[in-house]
């Protein structure tokens, strides 16, 4: 079965670069989320999009800006990177908005040095 | 605003021995309740969910959750623990009614370490 696709798996910034992650959600799911996960941290819910609308917006910095495209892929983009931002980011997807569960992607892993 | 904890940062048994990892939770009226496992640098695996009906819910690798809404539990066990059990469990609750928006919020994790 198809599952959340982000890529990349691994990207390494320096300081005040920016980055841009992407995901690709399970056919016909209609809402994607995006959460960080610091080391040693719990998932934290950054922004969601239902139908290509944002939806929800969570603990996103200012620096940081995503969109949901026709094709339903969503990116990512952050900028003035900052060491803080090194973290795992997940990207999941759902159908009936969460209503059935919801799947995530491997994540990508953003080293800021 | 939506809340879980996991009172236990980490969790110790022994191989063939029951496991238990505990999870409560604040929600808003009827909660959606899952359990994700993460192995190391690796995405977050779904184990089970309860949505509606029977409290006791069955999920992957042999494990199952009971859901209690007197004591807003939602603990996660398994009968024999295995050693490749062993990683970082998240308890994850989102409101039945999305007014409050239909993202998961985690808890903090329990590593659970299965000894041989």
């Known amino acids: 079965a198809a599952g959340v696709i982000q890529s990349p798996r691994h990207l390494i910034k320096e300081k005040r670069e920016t980055a841009t992650l992407k995901c690709y959600p399970i056919p016909r799911h209609d809402t994607v989320y995006w959460y960080q996960q610091g080391p040693g941290q719990d998932p934290q819910f950054l922004i969601s999009?239902?139908?290509?609308?944002?939806?929800d917006k969570g603990s996103i910095p200012d620096r940081f800006s995503a969109q949901q495209f026709s094709d339903y892929h969503s990116e990512l983009n952050m900028s003035s990177l900052e060491l803080g931002d090194s973290a795992l980011y997940f990207c999941?997807?759902?159908?009936?908005?969460?209503?059935?569960?919801?799947?995530f992607g491997s994540g990508t892993r953003l080293t800021v040095v | 605003a939506q809340s879980v904890a996991q009172p236990e940062d980490q969790v110790n048994v022994a191989e063939g021995n029951p496991l238990t990892v505990k999870c409560t939770y604040s929600?808003?009226?009827?909660?959606?309740l899952f359990w994700y496992v993460q192995y190391p640098n690796r995405g977050l695996q779904f184990l089970l969910k309860y949505i509606t009906g029977d409290n006791l819910v069955k999920g992957s690798y042999g494990f199952e959750a009971e859901f209690n809404k007197s004591q807003t539990s939602f603990h996660l066990k398994k009968p024999s623990a295995l050693v490749s059990d062993s990683a970082l469990y998240f308890c994850?609750?989102?409101?039945?009614?999305?007014?409050?928006?239909?993202?998961?919020?985690f808890g903090g994790g329990t590593r659970l370490m299965v000894k041989p």
């Open positions: 929600v808003s009226g009827n909660p959606y």
């Open positions: 999009f239902y139908e290509k609308m944002q939806s």
């Open positions: 999941a997807s759902s159908s009936e908005q969460g209503a059935k569960g919801y799947t």
């Open positions: 994850a609750v989102r409101p039945y009614y999305n007014n409050a928006g239909n993202m998961l919020t």
